[in-house]
């Protein structure tokens, strides 16, 4: 075994038994526990979870290539601004009046604001967003066994579904939670500790924030000699539509993220959530004001390499081309096309190469010259990114089947001891399918996400929103808006995705151009028009409901909310 490996592997087996020792600590025997973690979380901790929960694959493998590779600089700060603007929507308009009203899930939410049919909407639709967005945090799995311990991608999903599974089932929430702590403590540290090596190597100064400002100027210099557009100019990499749909969809989409949303029923009180969410937007900046800086200086590296002529003469770039993840052109493996001796990976043309997003980041140490211990440790913490989202998302599943169709629709007498056996039998099931459609990704870990956070956008946010502030919202309107922005959004999907990603794919054009990363934004304004509209035809809700509504958000707690929170309404 090479150096990396034997420190690939000290980092994940130590950060693996550590998770697995915290969920049996944890572990759980009510649904309360299971499902909210008995809602006794401290802010400080749940901010963390939040963030470990939020910060997938995608924002620590995926993001500095999509930013750097894949829209050339400036446009890709839509990551940036839609994932970051998200949190200040969820806080300022949905965390804390949902927590005031009690409900575990979004579907228990659905269905008590609304009415089952509803619930049901809802519970189709939270397991569309999780299974999509859990797609992508085993892909980045695969992409991180697959390089560093050199196992197929295969096995290394089927590793990481092994330990989700061990500790999701054994400790829901609670179990949860508390990895989620410890993963994102490994995560930052992984993220932080190469991005502060590379800047201080490159640039003398020890802050990555202060040392991208420098750097910039030499990148722009060498994005022009090799034919990229200039880093920091405007839409090179998108155009002005798609970058606001883009940037729209990711904003609304975090705010109706169902795995996201649940975080805040485990805060004790409505305050401890808005706490919560204050301190996961304070855990997360650590990260997103880091990726861009991991980007431009890795991206530095490559052009310096490939303007040297020596890019493939370094031992990663031979050790991810082994992998599958840097190839020629056709896919296939790397050829000097024009025969001038050396691979040249450029703006034009005349480009011989393609980098995948997903190995950035991952391969960042490495391109910057780190030890071994760095390569091993940011290994670990892309694991700990994938491995905590995807329990959330796991847990939101298991929820939804045992709580909101089995418990509410087939056996609403059933002992919590039965509840818990659903929930666990049902989170295996997802983890299996999980798997099975994380080693057959169709497209990288961001890009997969991004589509997650569409349907999010165009299913949840509308009517969690509209269930807060508008009281005459009808349990018609909300059912048929869902079902609206899931089919279109959905569908739109299907018409516009690569016909080699999946069988159900079409590969059509995208129509007016409107790239399908970006269309859960369309779906959501047609989710609230239809709700708008419907609402106006159909049966208001009880009068009880409707003065609910307005009392949530007084400061306080009323009697109707307390009477509602015990279940006595």
């Known amino acids: 075994m090479s150096d990396i490996q034997i420190w690939t592997l000290v980092f994940v087996v130590l950060t693996f038994s550590v ?15 299971f499902y909210v973690a008995g809602g006794g979380i401290p802010a400080p901790a749940n901010g963390a979870a939040i963030a470990a929960d939020w910060m997938s694959a995608a924002s620590f493998i995926s993001m500095a290539g ?48 609304y009415n089952e049919t509803a619930r049901l909407i809802a519970v189709v639709c939270a397991i569309a967003v999780s299974l999509t967005y859990v797609v992508g945090q085993m892909a980045g799995v695969g992409v991180v066994f697959s390089r560093f311990l050199q196992v ?89 539509l798609n970058m606001f749909l883009l940037t729209a969809t990711l904003m609304f989409g975090t705010a109706g993220l169902p795995h996201v949303i649940v975080r805040f029923y485990t805060a004790k009180n409505v305050r401890a959530a808005r706490y919560s969410a204050l301190w996961a937007l304070f855990f997360i900046a650590l990260l997103y004001t880091t990726a861009p800086t991991v980007a431009a200086f890795a991206k530095y590296n490559i052009l310096n390499e490939s303007q040297a002529g020596t890019l493939a003469d370094q031992s990663w770039f031979e050790k991810w ?19 001038n001796g050396a691979i040249d990976f450029l703006g034009s043309s005349a480009n011989e190469v393609i980098i995948n997003n997903d190995i950035l980041v991952l391969a960042s140490p490495e391109i910057g010259g780190l030890p071994a211990p760095i390569v091993g440790l940011v290994a670990a913490g892309g694991l700990a990114a994938a491995l905590s989202t995807a329990s959330g998302l796991l847990l939101v599943i298991s929820s939804a089947v045992a709580n909101d169709i089995y418990h509410k629709r087939i056996n609403p007498a059933a002992p919590e001891k039965t509840q818990l056996l659903v929930a666990r039998i049902s989170m295996a099931v997802a983890v299996v399918v999980a798997g099975w459609l994380g080693i057959n990704p169709p497209g990288f870990a961001g ?3 991004a589509l997650a956070f569409g349907l999010a956008a165009a299913t949840f946010f509308p009517i969690l929103v509209l269930g807060v502030f508008w009281k005459k919202c009808t349990a ?14 959905a569908a739109y999907f299907v018409w516009t995705l690569p016909a080699e990603s999946a069988w159900f794919f079409l ?18 304004l047609l989710n609230f028009a239809v709700i708008i509209v419907v609402s106006q035809f159909t049966k208001k809700p009880s009068e009880t409901m409707q003065e609910l509504v307005e009392e949530i958000r007084y400061p306080g707690r009323t009697d109707l909310v307390a009477k509602h929170a015990q279940g006595d309404v």
Do not use: H
């Not at 998770?19 to 526990?33: E, L, P």
């Not at 018609?476 to 959004?489: H, Q």
């Open 19 to 33: 998770y697995i020792y915290v969920a049996y600590a944890s572990r759980v025997s009510d649904t309360s526990g």
């Open 66 to 113: 999509l930013i750097a590779l894949a829209y050339n600089g400036y446009s890709g700060s839509a990551f940036l601004m839609g994932w970051t603007g998200g949190y200040v929507l969820l806080a300022l308009l949905l965390a804390p009046y949902l927590r005031k009203f009690g409900k575990y899930t979004i579907p228990d939410f659905v269905g008590d604001r």
């Open 152 to 240: 197929d991608t295969t096995v290394g999903v089927l590793i990481g579904m092994t330990i989700v599974l061990f500790y999701a089932v054994l400790g829901g929430m609670k179990g949860i939670t508390w990895t989620q702590v410890c993963q994102y403590s490994v995560l930052i540290v992984a993220y932080l500790i190469p991005a502060v090596a590379i800047s201080a190597k490159l640039t003398d100064i020890p802050l990555p924030q202060i040392g991208f400002g420098q750097i910039l100027a030499e990148l722009e210099v060498l994005q022009s000699e090799l034919g990229f557009g200039e880093y920091t100019s405007a839409l090179t990499g998108n155009s002005q």
């Open 321 to 339: 081309a082994d992998v599958g993840l840097i190839t020629g052109l056709d896919g296939g493996a790397v050829t000097d096309l024009n025969g």
């Open 447 to 449: 890009q997969v996400v």
């Open 476 to 489: 018609a309107g909300a059912a048929a808006g869902m079902s609206v922005g899931l089919i279109v959004t």
């Open 507 to 524: 590969g059509k054009d995208p129509i007016l151009d409107i790239a399908p990363t970006g269309f859960g934004f369309i779906g959501m």
